[in-house]
C-alpha cells in the first residue's frame, strides 16, 4: 500500500487525479475499521491531514466555510453558537477519542445513512464544496450529496474541501435514539431547524432510509402552521402531525439495532420533541430577533 | 523473626502490580518477545455444519513469508480427551461455524493472515439446525450440570401443590446467548524444546491448562509449562480450555519453530465459548401471605454436537427460599453451535433473573413488598441438603440496602412516577453464589535478609488476587507487606486450581496460609533463618478433603432505580446498590472493584448484552464491539457497592467466601423489575431492548 501525504490542497487535488482509486484519509476512524476488518484494500492512501486548510474554517459574505477535516471537538468548541445543531450532534458521536480525530469531511466521505453530522447539514440547507483539477469545484446542495447506502455524488478524482452553511438565524436541535449513553451508532435521529426569517423549517432523518433525507411535507405543512409573528404556543395536533409526517418520510429496516416500526414510531417522537423544543426557544426569544 | 501485629488483611491494600499495568512494563501473553517467532492465522469454517471434502493449499504455500498449512489431513495427530472441542484439526467434520479446520503458519502475522483468506476449502454442506425451542424434539436430560451437579431436583409433590395454591405465578423467561468479551483477546505463544512444550497464553488457570494440554499431546504435564503472569481479564472464557491455544502448540509442533496466535475479537464469538441462551419456566405456588408452597424451575439450554456444557442455570432455586414441594431440571440439546462455557456466573446470572423476577410477580400477585415477600420466605436450613447454613445473611443485606437505598417509602404501584418525560421505577432482586474451594500446593521460602517469597499457581485476571494473596502472607508470617513476594502465574509453580467459580481466594488463600503457618513453625523451631534460607511447601488436599456440615454459599441484595423515556422506550439504569455477605473482605478496595464490576455487567446483562443468531448462516451477527454492546461508563452514573460484617469459621482459614461473580448474580432481576415498576411492563426476556417498552 502507497501511502501518499500532499502537503497543500493543490498537491492531494493531483494526486486524486493522478490516483482516482486512492482513499483519503483524515480522522481515519472510519478508513482504519475497514481496513482492519478487510472490507476494503486500497492500493493507496491519500493522508489529507497534512493540509493544514481542511482543519480551518471562515465567514464569507455571511456564510460560514467550515474544513473538511475539522474535527467534532473543535467543531464544539469553535462553532456550537453558530451551528448549535450540528454542534449537538458531534456531542453524541462516539467517544473522546472519535470526537477528537473523527471529522464532517469524513463523516460525509462515509456517506452513512446512520452518520450524525448529516440530519444537522441537511436541516440547516449545507451545501458540500468538492473539487477536482480537472473540473475545478462545485458546490453540492447536502440534499443531493447522499445517494445511496454509503454512495455520495462526489466523483472518484473529487475531494470534499468544505461545508457551507449560514449560521443559525433561529433555534435547531438534534435527537438521537442509541440503546446506550456513548459509543453508539444510532437507532435513529432527527434533526430540525427553524429559519425565521424566511418563515421556513428545516429537518433532517437519520438511520431510517438508505440515505440521510429531509421530510418535504412536513417541512412544508409546519412552515405553514407555525404562527410565525405571534410566535403563539404550539397547537398539540399539529406537533402530533408533523410527527407523523416525518415518520411518513421514512423508509426504515429492521436491523441488530431495531426494527422499522420502532424506527418510523420514534422518528415521530423526535420530531414532536425537538419541534417543542425549537418552538419554545423561538417563543423565549420573542424580544431578542 | 521480627513480628509486627497482623493488618494487611482487612485494608485497602493497592494492586502490588499496579505500577507495572500502567506503565506498560506487565507483560500478558502475546507481548512475550521471543526469538524466531512465526505467526499463526487460523481459518475457521464458512459452514455451520458439514464436512469439508478438500482443502486446498496450493495458492497459500505460494504466499511470500508462508511456512506451512496444516489441516485435517495433515496436521500431527492428537490424542482424544474428553473434550472434543480440542480435537484441533483431527477430523474433517464441521460441527459449527467458526470451526478452525486449517490454519496458515507465516513469518509474519499479515502473511498468515492474507494466506489464510486463500486456502480453498470445499464442504459438503449439510442443513444445520441452530435454533433453540423449548419444544426441540432432541431435548435431553444431561447426566450432571456444571460443576458437578444434579440436573434434576426434587422434594415433596410440586404438581399437587401449584395446583392447590391460591396464589400462583407461572412465567417463561428468556436469557440470550452472551459473548464474556474480555478487553484482552485470547493469545498463545506455543514452542517446544527438548524439556516439552512452552505456552505463554491468557488464562485463567496454568495449572489445568497444563493438565489439558498434555494428553493431546501424548506427554507428561511435567513436560509442559504454561506462563501466564498477567490476564486481562477472563469472565470464564478463558477457564476451560478452548481450540486455540491446542491450534497453537499444534502449528509449533509441525513447524519447530514459537507460533504466536492471537484470537480476533470476531472469531472469539465461535473458538472461545459463550453462555447459553436459555429459556426458562418458573412457576411459584404462594398462599395469599406470600409463604411459597412450591417451586418449580425448568431451564432448557444448549450445547454444542461435539461436546457437553450444561449449564446449572436452576441450581441457585434449589437454595433460596423455603417451600415443601419443589422441582428444578435442566434439559439440553445439542445444535450445530460452538460449545458453551462458562460466563460470568454460569448458571446463577441467567437462573436468578428467572427466579428473582418470577419473585417479584407473586409479591405483587400477593400485594406484598418484594423485600418483605423474601423475608418470609427465608428457610431455616438449605432446603435441598436439610444442612445448616454455614452463615446466610440475605436478610441482612435486603435490610441494610432497603435503608441506604431509601426503599421504606416505595409506592408498589407500577407505571405512576413521572419525571418529565421519564418513567422512574425502582426493583431490588436477591442473589447467591456458592461457596467453593478446590485442593492447592504452594511454598513458602525465608530469605535472610528478611524477604519471604510465596509461590503458587494461581492467577490474577484483574481481581486483585496476587494482592491479596501478599496479603494474607504478610499476616500469618507477621511482617509488613513489603516484605513478602508471591509468585503466580505459571505452571511451574506449586499446583493450583483455576480461577473460577469465585474460589480462588479461598483456594489459594489456604494454601498460602499454611504454607506461612508451617514456615513460621520452622523459623521458631531453628530459632531464624538459616543463612541458606528455608523452603517448606504444603499441600490442602487433606484439608480440602473434609466434607462439610453446611451448607456454604454468600448472598447479596441489588436495588436498582432506572428511568424509562416512556415514548422512546429508552431505559436507563439512574442508581445501582448492591449489598452482600460474603464472609470476611480480606482487601475492601479490591473487593469493591470486583462488586461494582459484576453490577455492571448485570447492568449490561438486562440491557444491552445479546449475541444475535444469524439462523440463516449459523454465527453470531454481532461479533464485534461496534455492535454487541457491552454497558459504556456513561451508562452507570452511580453504582455502590456495600457489605455486611459476617464472621463464618467454616470456610476456610480467611473467613471469605468468593466475591467475583455474586455481583451480576441479581442484577439483571433488580433492573427487570425496576422497569416494570417504571412502566408497568414486564420484560421476560433480556435484554430489555428499547422496542421492548412500547406499548
Ligand atoms: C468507535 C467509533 C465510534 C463511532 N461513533 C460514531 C457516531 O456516534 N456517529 C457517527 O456519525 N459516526 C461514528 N463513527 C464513525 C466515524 O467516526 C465518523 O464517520 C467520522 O465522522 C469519520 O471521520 P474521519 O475523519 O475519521 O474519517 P475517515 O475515516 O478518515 O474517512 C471516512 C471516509 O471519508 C473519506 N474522506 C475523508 N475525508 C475526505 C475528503 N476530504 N474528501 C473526500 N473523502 C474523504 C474517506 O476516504 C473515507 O471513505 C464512529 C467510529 C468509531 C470507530
Redesign the pocket.
Given at each position: 500500500m502507497e501511502f501518499l501525504r500532499p502537503a497543500s490542497w493543490a498537491e492531494?487535488l493531483e494526486l486524486k487525479a493522478e490516483y482516482p482509486d486512492a482513499?483519503?484519509?483524515?480522522?481515519?476512524?472510519?478508513?482504519?475499521?475497514?481496513i482492519n476488518f478487510d472490507l476494503r484494500r486500497p492500493a493507496r492512501l491519500?493522508d489529507?491531514n497534512p493540509v493544514a486548510e481542511?482543519s480551518r474554517w471562515s465567514t464569507t459574505g455571511g456564510v460560514l466555510r467550515v474544513g473538511?477535516?475539522m474535527?467534532?471537538t473543535s467543531l464544539i468548541r469553535e462553532l456550537s453558537a453558530d451551528l448549535p445543531g450540528l454542534a449537538q450532534?458531534s456531542r453524541?458521536?462516539?467517544?473522546p477519542?472519535?470526537r477528537n480525530?473523527?471529522?464532517?469531511?469524513?463523516?460525509?466521505?462515509?456517506?452513512?445513512p446512520?452518520?450524525?453530522?448529516?440530519p444537522p447539514l441537511l436541516a440547516a440547507d449545507a451545501e458540500i464544496e468538492?473539487e477536482s483539477r480537472a473540473r475545478g469545484s462545485r458546490l453540492i446542495p447536502a440534499t443531493a450529496f447522499y445517494q445511496g447506502v454509503k454512495r455520495s455524488a462526489?466523483a472518484p478524482d473529487?475531494?470534499?474541501?468544505a461545508f457551507h452553511v449560514a449560521p443559525a438565524t433561529g433555534p435547531q436541535y438534534f435527537s438521537?435514539i442509541?440503546t446506550r449513553n456513548a459509543?453508539?451508532?444510532?437507532v435513529c435521529s432527527f434533526a430540525i431547524a427553524l429559519h425565521p426569517r424566511r418563515r421556513a423549517v428545516g429537518t433532517g432523518i437519520?438511520s431510517a432510509a438508505p440515505t440521510p433525507r429531509r421530510a418535504g411535507a412536513a417541512e412544508e405543512y409546519i412552515a405553514a402552521e407555525l404562527d410565525w409573528d405571534s410566535r403563539a404556543a404550539l397547537d398539540p395536533r399539529v406537533v402530533a402531525r408533523f410527527g407523523e409526517l416525518v415518520a411518513q418520510a421514512a423508509s426504515p429496516i429492521d436491523d441488530v439495532r431495531g426494527t422499522a416500526d420502532y424506527r418510523r414510531h420514534a422518528l415521530g417522537v423526535l420530531a414532536r420533541r425537538t419541534l417543542t423544543w425549537a418552538w419554545h426557544e423561538h417563543m423565549r426569544e420573542r424580544t431578542t430577533t | 523473626m521480627t513480628t509486627v501485629a497482623a493488618r494487611a488483611v482487612g485494608t485497602e491494600a493497592d494492586r502490588v502490580e499496579g505500577l507495572e499495568k500502567v506503565t506498560g512494563r506487565a507483560r500478558y501473553a502475546f507481548e512475550h518477545p521471543i526469538e524466531d517467532m512465526v505467526y499463526a492465522a487460523p481459518v475457521p469454517s464458512v459452514v455451520a455444519r458439514g464436512e469439508v471434502i478438500a482443502v486446498d493449499v496450493a495458492e497459500a504455500l505460494t504466499f511470500p513469508g508462508v511456512i506451512d498449512v496444516l489441516w485435517h489431513g495433515n496436521a500431527p495427530k492428537l490424542e482424544r480427551v474428553g473434550n472434543a472441542e480440542l480435537h484441533v484439526l483431527q477430523s474433517p467434520r464441521v460441527a459449527y461455524r467458526g470451526q478452525y479446520i486449517a490454519v496458515v503458519i507465516a513469518k509474519t502475522l499479515e502473511e498468515a493472515r492474507e494466506a489464510a483468506l486463500r486456502v480453498g476449502v470445499e464442504y459438503a454442506v449439510e442443513r444445520h439446525d441452530v435454533g433453540l425451542r423449548a419444544d426441540h424434539p432432541r431435548l435431553y436430560r444431561p447426566e450432571r450440570v456444571n460443576p458437578d451437579l444434579p440436573a434434576d431436583v426434587q422434594q415433596g409433590d410440586p404438581d399437587t401443590a401449584l395446583a392447590a395454591a391460591p396464589v400462583t405465578v407461572d412465567a417463561v423467561y428468556r436469557t440470550p446467548a452472551e459473548h464474556n468479551n474480555p478487553m484482552e483477546p485470547h493469545a498463545t505463544v506455543a514452542r517446544w524444546d527438548a524439556e516439552g512444550l512452552t505456552l505463554y497464553d491468557s488464562t485463567q488457570g496454568a495449572t489445568s491448562l497444563r493438565d489439558a494440554v498434555a494428553p493431546l499431546f501424548g506427554i507428561e504435564p511435567s513436560s509442559v509449562r504454561v506462563i501466564a503472569p498477567h490476564v486481562g481479564g477472563g469472565f470464564g472464557a478463558k477457564g476451560e480450555p478452548h481450540p486455540p491455544v491446542v491450534l497453537a502448540a499444534l502449528a509449533a509442533r509441525r513447524t519447530g519453530r514459537p507460533v504466536k496466535l492471537a484470537v480476533t475479537r470476531q472469531q472469539m464469538f465461535s473458538v472461545t465459548g459463550y453462555r447459553t441462551p436459555t429459556i426458562q419456566r418458573v412457576r411459584l405456588g404462594a398462599h395469599p401471605d406470600g409463604h411459597l408452597t412450591a417451586i418449580v424451575h425448568d431451564a432448557v439450554e444448549q450445547s454444542s454436537t461435539i461436546h457437553e456444557f450444561a449449564e446449572q442455570t436452576t441450581t441457585p432455586t434449589r437454595i433460596m427460599y423455603a417451600a415443601p414441594n419443589r422441582r428444578t431440571t435442566h434439559r439440553l440439546v445439542r445444535l450445530d453451535v460452538p460449545t458453551p462455557s462458562w460466563m460470568r456466573a454460569p448458571g446463577e446470572a441467567p437462573g436468578m433473573f428467572a427466579l428473582e423476577s418470577a419473585m417479584d410477580e407473586l409479591a405483587a400477585a400477593c400485594g406484598l413488598d418484594p423485600i418483605e415477600l423474601r423475608i418470609r420466605n427465608e428457610p431455616e436450613v438449605d432446603p435441598e441438603t436439610g444442612l445448616p447454613f454455614s452463615s446466610r445473611n440475605l436478610v441482612a443485606c435486603l435490610r441494610d440496602g432497603a435503608r441506604r437505598f431509601g426503599w421504606a417509602d416505595r409506592d408498589p404501584a407500577p407505571g405512576v412516577r413521572r419525571r418529565g418525560r421519564l418513567l422512574i421505577g425502582t426493583g431490588v432482586a436477591a442473589s447467591t453464589y456458592p461457596v467453593y474451594r478446590s485442593a492447592c500446593q504452594a511454598t513458602a521460602r525465608a530469605e535472610p535478609g528478611g524477604i519471604f517469597t510465596v509461590r503458587i499457581a494461581a492467577a490474577d485476571i484483574g481481581t486483585g488476587a496476587r494482592t491479596v494473596l501478599t496479603q494474607i502472607a504478610a499476616d500469618v508470617l507477621r511482617v509488613p507487606l513489603g516484605r513478602v513476594r508471591v509468585a503466580i502465574g505459571d505452571s511451574a509453580l506449586p499446583r493450583a486450581s483455576l480461577a473460577g467459580g469465585s474460589s480462588g481466594t479461598a483456594s489459594w488463600g489456604t494454601a498460602v496460609t499454611r504454607a506461612c503457618e508451617a514456615l513460621r513453625d520452622e523459623l521458631d523451631r531453628r530459632g531464624g533463618t538459616p543463612s541458606t534460607g528455608v523452603t517448606v511447601s504444603v499441600d490442602t488436599t487433606e484439608e480440602n478433603g473434609e466434607p462439610s456440615r453446611f451448607a456454604r454459599h454468600a448472598f447479596g441484595a441489588q436495588f436498582a432505580e432506572v428511568g424509562v423515556d416512556r415514548d422512546t422506550g429508552e431505559a436507563r439504569v439512574r442508581r445501582l446498590l448492591g449489598v452482600f455477605a460474603v464472609g470476611r473482605v480480606l482487601n475492601p478496595k479490591t473487593a469493591r472493584s470486583q462488586f461494582i464490576g459484576g453490577m455492571t455487567m448485570g447492568l449490561s446483562m438486562a440491557l444491552l448484552e445479546e449475541s444475535v443468531l444469524d439462523r440463516e448462516f449459523g454465527d453470531y451477527l454481532n461479533h464485534d464491539l461496534?455492535q454487541y454492546h457491552v454497558a459504556a461508563c456513561a451508562d452507570v452514573p452511580a453504582v455502590e457497592a456495600y457489605w455486611v460484617e459476617e464472621s463464618d469459621p467454616h470456610l476456610n482459614p480467611m473467613g471469605s467466601k468468593g466475591i467475583g461473580e455474586i455481583g451480576i448474580v441479581g442484577t439483571a432481576a433488580a433492573v427487570a423489575n425496576a422497569v416494570h415498576h417504571a412502566t408497568g411492563i414486564r420484560v421476560r426476556d433480556l435484554p430489555i431492548r428499547l422496542d421492548k417498552l412500547l406499548t
Open positions: 492531494a482513499v483519503p484519509i483524515q480522522g481515519g476512524t472510519d478508513v482504519m475499521v475497514e491519500l489529507l481542511l473538511a477535516g474535527t467534532y450532534a453524541t458521536v462516539g467517544s477519542q472519535i480525530r473523527g471529522s464532517v469531511g469524513g463523516n460525509l466521505g462515509a456517506a452513512s446512520a452518520g450524525d453530522s448529516h468538492v462526489l473529487e475531494l470534499i474541501r438521537k442509541g459509543m453508539v451508532i444510532a437519520g | 461496534a
